[in-house]
């Protein structure tokens, strides 16, 4: 239906707002249900969340208007065993040995549309450690950006002490490098006001200064 007169509005909004671009929105195949037809998820855009294997798991729905009530919704899912887009970016984070963890599905699908091709995104509020089992098939290097606010620079501070501390992950060769958003702005944010050379940058000094503080 994004392709369709009544899906105009929704794909503005995903391109235009959102800057993702019509070959991820197609990847990842993200979908939309017209206002107009009578369903319960009429108003919201649609996007699938498979296991890593590609298998279904379940729907991630938001309503276009965001005043509504119960704007996100979802069917029920463990959402501490999966990671959003992580099935659909796998050869590319197996091919540059490096994951870039963000915090919400718009934030992957921003990154990947301006050639971050490493990014996913947890489903939830915290990394957990079964996520950290799945990924660590395929990568030992872990970038973590969550929102740069109060809240989500206290998330990554427990995924640090938690997680990366707590189970010993430097023993598995498991590299854990946090990354603070300047200004407090969200992932996407500081991307679409930086650009992809910024981020970049951003990732790298991160890196070196957390090997220089080692």
């Known amino acids: 239906m994004l392709n369709q007169k009544d899906g105009q509005i929704a794909l503005d909004y995903l391109i235009k707002k959102r800057k993702l671009n019509k070959d ?39 309503h276009l208007n965001e005043n509504i009530k119960n704007r996100f919704w ?3 899912f463990d959402k501490a065993y999966y990671l959003y887009g992580l099935f659909e970016a796998k050869k590319n984070i197996i091919k540059n040995q490096k994951v870039l963890i963000v915090e919400g599905e718009m934030d992957a699908l921003c990154y990947q549309s301006n050639g971050i091709n490493i990014a996913v995104s947890i489903c939830g509020s ?3 450690i ?21 809240v989500g620079q206290e998330a990554i501070k427990r995924i640090m002490k938690k997680i990366y501390n707590k189970y010993n992950l430097d023993s598995y060769q498991l590299s854990f490098i946090p990354i603070k958003i300047p200004n407090k702005m969200d ?11 910024e981020v970049i940058k951003l990732l790298k000094k991160t890196k070196e200064q957390l090997n220089e503080f080692e």
């Open 126 to 128: 915290a990394l957990t």
């Open 74 to 76: 979802h069917e029920t």
């Open 130 to 150: 079964y996520q950290v089992a799945i990924l660590s098939r395929y990568v030992s290097e872990f970038f973590i950006m969550l929102d740069g606010d109060d």
């Open 24 to 62: 991820i929105i197609d990847k990842y195949n993200i979908g939309y249900c017209p206002l107009n037809i009578s369903h319960q998820l009429r108003g919201r855009i649609i996007t699938p969340i498979y296991d890593v294997y590609g298998k279904l798991i379940t729907l991630s729905t938001r």
């Open 187 to 197: 992932p996407d944010e500081y991307l679409i006001k930086n650009g992809t050379k």
